[in-house]
């Protein structure tokens, strides 16, 4: 076994020697290229040490690098040994530019089941070899095993449409465009369109798998056998063939002549040239499933509205403790937030693991508490928590940044906690043409931090599903993201903010639904967003004079909403402290 990352790096170098490669990329990522990965899936943490959940390494046999964006910049410095690894910004530094100059005359391998093909352009130039085994796989002896959890129908009372309309309208979409079938790889996808769950991963709940979903509306689903349940049959009916995932090859060979959508962008490159040597004809699309998905209808956005209410319980409940409570460590904070939540109807998990950070660690974008790390919170400080819940009906994601006191907060900090809460608001209040897309918004949510000369290193916003993921495309408001244009029924975050490294880390996050802006007489449809997330923003932080009249007017009218919604379900003591919480300013 190999315990330390000086002994695996060199076991790796080893490996590739001896496959005649002169180098390989490791991408974060699973072989269905999402998010969140199962442990057996953690190539990069285990090869480097670094654990965020955007990254690449790339291993030669003098150098290596690893690479994450803005949001881990510190955590990338802490968790990896610079004796091995250059540590590098994968925006200012691009993977394929720090390799191309090292790899002439090089061969440089690569696990198809892990990078997308437009992944793989990024490195043109570089002479790129697929691999048949992962060398990591091979020398990882104690890797974690395959999750295994049953696949489970989720109802339709949440899910709002049928599992047949879906295929059946999706359907209908590919034959309009004379394609035959689609290629589904992301997990969310499955879910979504089969109305099924599963427990593969922490915090989405996902069943892993594959499917091949075709024009007449039938489609085949690869899954390994160990989730498959009767219930499962039952509920996807005749027309889903469910298959263990060694058949998939088999049945790619199957599409020979065929028009197949696959999503150069999104999933496997394993996909295209399996595809290719079919004799398929590949047309290039985005996943059929992404934007219905995002596209949440009027089942999940009451479900949206239940699980948010549910939810600012909890956190309203959290935050009257935490305003009391007194020798609390960041993770002890996180449990206690985490059984508030447990309290809830339909509450299933955390929607991603908790950041819990006092002084310093909030400003790690993604801080995550480990016993090493773990610190108390101490008087007079900012504290950030960002976490969320997994409800039968809804996903939650929610950041609040809190003073400690009891002495007054710091005049710097209070006036930019109101920078980034005059940014929020702004965001909250957009009123936009159809076609927009969230790119075009960002700067709303930055522009009173640029008056200052302050900026944050992250988008502002990222779609989320309906218990389903809490990172979810197509759309986001971002500048680095294709511009999707905003539709009504998306579901997004609004979360600006500001990190001092050393210092503090402030950040404001509630999420919003996209809605029809009804203007009499318009000559094209607006949009608006409607926010969800029911809980108030520390009053201690906030400095009046900072906010334009319209912004205190929103901000007042938003804390009467959240104390007219919680209040009936507080206890007398958690009342009270709500009601002085969010009384006006």
Known sequence: MLKNHEDRLYALRARLGAAGLDGFIIPRADEYLGEYVPPCAERLAWITGFTGSAGLAIVLAEEAAVFSDGRYTLQLEQETDPALWQRLHIIENKPEAWLRPRAAGKRIGYDPWLISPEGLKRFAGVELVPVAANPIDEIWTDRPAPPLAPAVP??????????????????TELRGAGQDAAILTDPASLAWLFNIRGADLEFCPFALGYALLRADATALIFMAPEKITPELR??????????????????????????????????????????????????????????????????????????????GVAMVKFLAWLSTASGQTESSAAAKLLAFRAEGELFRGESFPAISGAG???????????????REIRPNEVYLIDSGGQYLDGTTDITRTIWTGPAPAP????ANVTR???????????????GVAGGHLDALARQELWRAG???????????GSYLSVHEGPASISRAAKPVPLA??????????????????????????VQPALFPGALKPFLRFETVTLVPFDRALIEPALLSPEALDWLNAYHAQVYEALAPQLDDTTRAWAKAATAPI
Do not use: C
Not at 411 to 414: N, S
Not at 420 to 434: E, N, Q, S, T, Y
């Open 154 to 171: 989720h109802p339709e009372t949440y899910a709002g449409e049928s599992a047949l309309s879906k295929r059946t309208r999706l359907a």
């Open 234 to 311: 039952d509920h996807l009916g005749p027309e889903v063939t469910l298959l263990d995932r060694t058949a998939l090859p088999g049945e790619i060979a199957t599409l020979h002549g065929k028009t197949v959508r696959f999503d150069p962008a999104t999933q496997p490159a394993w996909f295209e040239t399996a595809l290719a040597e079919a004799g398929a004809r590949i047309a290039p699309g985005p996943d059929p499933v992404a934007l219905p998905r995002a596209l949440k209808n009027a089942a999940e956005q009451a479900g949206t509205r239940a699980a948010h209410k549910r939810d």
């Open 360 to 374: 310093a660690h909030g400003a790690i974008i993604h801080y995550r508490v480990t016993p090493e790390s773990d």
């Open 411 to 414: 005049d710097e900090i209070r």
């Open 420 to 434: 980034v809460l005059a940014g929020h608001i702004a965001l909250a209040r957009a009123v936009f043409p159809v």
């Open 454 to 464: 302050l900026d944050y290193d992250h988008g502002t916003g990222h779609g989320v």
């Open 488 to 513: 009504a029924g998306m579901l997004l975050s609004n979360e600006p903010g500001y990190y001092l490294p050393g210092a503090y880390g402030i950040r404001l996050e509630n999420l919003v639904l």
